[in-house]
């Protein structure tokens, strides 16, 4: 069964996903990640920062429906309702409950510190916790970099 877990209080979940994929990745260069994003905006976003977040790394990465999101260890997609692909981690920074979340072994459930995220994560968590699944808590220093 998959394993929830919230992480809560983020000042800026596309940097935040940047950091978190990238010691995700060193821990174990074997994992496969799909991250769903609320929308195209907050996609391209995403799909820059992962190149940009830093001087000395880049995270190589594909959109979902391109020609190269078969072989990479991470997909982007805007679409929580899209056809997956086949990966361990899923990491959700859309408002929505990813259609497909049963089928990974993990959901990473982002949640920024705004009050209408905060609600949003609220009634996501309700509804993993009444289906039985397994669900894990951190609150993350928003001033840590």
């Not at 994560?121 to 970099?145: Q, S």
Request: net charge neutral; hydrophobic share 40%; charged share 25%.
């Amino acid at each position: 069964m998959t394993i929830v877990e919230f992480k809560t209080n983020i000042k800026d979940k596309v940097y935040y996903v940047c950091r978190w994929l990238r010691n995700a990745l060193g821990q174990s260069s074997d994992t496969r990640f799909v991250v769903v994003t609320e929308d195209a905006r907050q996609l391209a976003l995403l799909d820059t920062a992962l190149w940009t977040f830093s001087e000395l790394d880049f995270l190589p990465h594909a959109v979902l429906g391109s020609s190269l999101a078969a072989h990479s260890k991470i997909v982007l997609t805007d679409n929580p309702d899209a056809e997956l692909p086949v990966s361990q981690v899923l990491v959700n920074l859309s408002k929505e409950v990813p259609g497909q979340f049963a089928r990974f072994d993990r959901l990473i459930e982002l949640v920024a510190a705004d009050e209408n995220e905060k609600v949003a994560g609220r009634n996501r968590y309700v509804h993993y916790r009444d289906r039985g699944y397994t669900l894990l808590h951190e609150k993350v220093n928003p001033w840590a970099k």
